[in-house]
């Protein structure tokens, strides 16, 4: 048995409406990493973007992991402390490829 590689999620909850829409975000990075060959690993969800602490829990993890992929609900979810660019380029300059679930988003 082959063991499927690691995806970790991010979401921001400000850019989503309600409880139920962060639930269906969550449900859609389950989606993606299934349909895409990987398991879902921690979905970090950032609450205060003022702080980012979520995004520096990621990176971190990053960094200190072998997970070499992440995915987002849409890429404006990486605009918390900074540009989605920028952050995408940040996770990318550690070996992390990032992905959007619903690149239209």
């Known amino acids: 048995m082959t063991t499927r590689p690691t995806l970790l999620g991010y979401v921001r909850a400000d850019a989503l409406s309600c ?3 962060l ?8 989606a ?3 349909a895409e060959g990987f398991t879902l690993g921690t979905v970090y969800t950032e609450r205060d ?11 971190e993890e990053v960094k200190r992991s072998d997970v070499r992929a992440v995915v987002v609900p ?10 989605p660019a920028a952050l995408r380029q940040h996770l990318e300059f ?8 619903n690149p239209n988003g």
């Open 49 to 59: 973007t003022a702080e980012s602490a979520a995004f520096h829990a990621l990176l």
């Open 74 to 83: 849409a890429m404006h979810h990486l605009g918390s402390v900074g540009t």
């Open 19 to 21: 409880a139920e829409e």
């Open 94 to 101: 550690h070996q992390a490829h990032v992905w959007a679930a």
């Open 23 to 30: 639930a269906a975000a969550t449900n859609s990075l389950a």
């Open 32 to 34: 993606f990493a299934s």
